[in-house]
C-alpha cells in the first residue's frame, strides 16, 4: 500500500509563490511517476503537472511557464513550484503515483493523497 502526504498549500496573494510536497511511502513504491491535480468548486479534478521516473515531465497548458514540478528520488519527494499565482489556480491539489505510459504519454494514477488547499487572493 501507497501513501501520500502532502504538504504547502495555504493562503496567498495574487502573484505570491509557494511550494507543495507530497511524500511517498509504503511498501512497492519506487520511483513511479508522480504528479499533481487540483480541483476548484464546481469544477472537474484536472492534472497540473506530471512527472515520470525518468523525468519527463507534462503540464497544464494554464500553469505552464509558472509552474514547475521535480522530484527526489532518494525522498520519495515530489515538489511543485507554484509561482505568479492567480486567482483561478484557487484550489484543493492532490498528490497522485503510479506510472507514466510512453505510449500514450499519459500519466496513470491509482494512489491518492488526501489533497491541500491552496487559495490565491486577488
Known amino acids: 500500500q501507497v501513501q501520500l502526504v502532502e504538504s504547502g498549500g495555504g493562503l496567498v496573494q495574487a502573484g505570491g509563490s509557494l511550494r507543495l510536497s507530497c511524500a511517498a511511502s509504503g511498501s512497492g513504491f519506487s520511483m513511479n511517476a508522480m504528479g499533481w491535480y487540483r480541483q476548484a468548486p464546481g469544477k472537474q479534478r484536472e492534472l497540473v503537472a506530471g512527472?515520470?521516473?525518468?523525468?519527463?515531465?507534462k503540464y497544464a497548458g494554464s500553469v505552464e511557464g509558472r509552474f514547475t514540478i521535480s522530484r527526489d528520488n532518494a525522498k520519495n519527494t515530489v515538489y511543485l513550484q507554484m509561482n505568479s499565482l492567480k486567482a483561478e489556480d484557487t484550489a484543493v491539489y492532490y498528490c497522485a503515483a503510479d506510472r507514466y505510459n510512453r505510449i500514450t504519454t499519459n500519466f496513470e494514477f491509482v494512489y491518492w493523497g488526501q489533497g491541500t488547499q491552496v487559495t490565491v487572493s486577488s
Open positions: 512527472i515520470s521516473s525518468g523525468g519527463i515531465t
